[in-house]
């Protein structure tokens, strides 16, 4: 089978690839190769191909490499996608499969699974809602109050410890007209 693939060559940090067809069985290294296509240079990104043969090597039934393809379609050689060639990361949330008994209890409708994520969706909305803690630590039943409320009451508190009792039922009274 053959295939177009690099064959590296230049000094030790200093890679330079000559973009070769050879048969799949010889190995990159050994220089063995049935014709040499084009060239690439990744330091100044500098490349070359013969796009007539190319397509001729193609024709006859030779399969690029994945960064040979990938040069192939970013020079516009051959049309299509390019091939993602680092590998993904696999995600923390990911679970580690179950075994068959496992997956047949905790199979569950999609209904079930969007009123889930309905209810998170809720928790989260409510986590972010600005609570008013009152001086006892307590929240249950407290509700903020108008501005206004706020500083008659204060205004109330005040005339109370500065006056006798009397007086301070007559403030509220006041107030609460």
Same mark, same amino acid.
């Given at each position: 089978m053959l295939v177009i693939r690099f064959l590296r060559?230049?000094?030790?940090n #200093?890679?330079?690839?000559?973009?070769?067809v050879t048969d799949k069985k010889n190995p990159p290294r050994s220089g063995r190769f049935a014709e040499q296509v084009g060239f690439y240079n990744p330091l100044t990104k500098e490349k070359n191909l013969k796009a007539d043969r190319v397509k001729y090597w193609l024709s006859v039934g030779a399969k690029p490499s994945d960064t040979v393809y990938n040069l192939l379609v970013s020079d516009k050689i051959i049309e299509g996608k390019k091939i993602? %060639?680092?590998?993904? *990361? &696999? !995600? *923390?949330?990911?679970?580690?499969?179950? =075994?068959?008994?496992?997956?047949? =209890?905790? *199979? $569950?409708?999609?209904?079930?699974?969007? =009123?889930?994520?309905? &209810?998170?969706?809720? $928790?989260?909305?409510?986590?972010?809602k600005p609570s008013v803690?009152? #001086?006892? !630590?307590? %929240?249950? !039943?407290? $509700?903020?109050?108008p501005k206004e409320e706020k500083k008659t009451e204060e205004k109330l508190e005040e005339k109370k410890e500065e006056s006798s009792p009397v007086e301070a039922e007559k403030a509220e009274e006041k107030a609460e007209e």
């Amino acid at each position: 089978m053959l295939v177009i693939r690099f064959l590296r060559m230049g000094k030790k940090n #200093q890679p330079f690839y000559k973009i070769v067809v050879t048969d799949k069985k010889n190995p990159p290294r050994s220089g063995r190769f049935a014709e040499q296509v084009g060239f690439y240079n990744p330091l100044t990104k500098e490349k070359n191909l013969k796009a007539d043969r190319v397509k001729y090597w193609l024709s006859v039934g030779a399969k690029p490499s994945d960064t040979v393809y990938n040069l192939l379609v970013s020079d516009k050689i051959i049309e299509g996608k390019k091939i993602a %060639l680092h590998k993904t *990361k &696999k !995600g *923390k949330a990911e679970v580690v499969p179950e =075994s068959p008994v496992e997956k047949a =209890s905790n *199979k $569950e409708k999609p209904e079930e699974v969007e =009123s889930r994520e309905e &209810k998170k969706a809720e $928790e989260k909305a409510e986590e972010k809602k600005p609570s008013v803690v009152p #001086q006892d !630590g307590t %929240l249950e !039943g407290r $509700e903020e109050k108008p501005k206004e409320e706020k500083k008659t009451e204060e205004k109330l508190e005040e005339k109370k410890e500065e006056s006798s009792p009397v007086e301070a039922e007559k403030a509220e009274e006041k107030a609460e007209e």
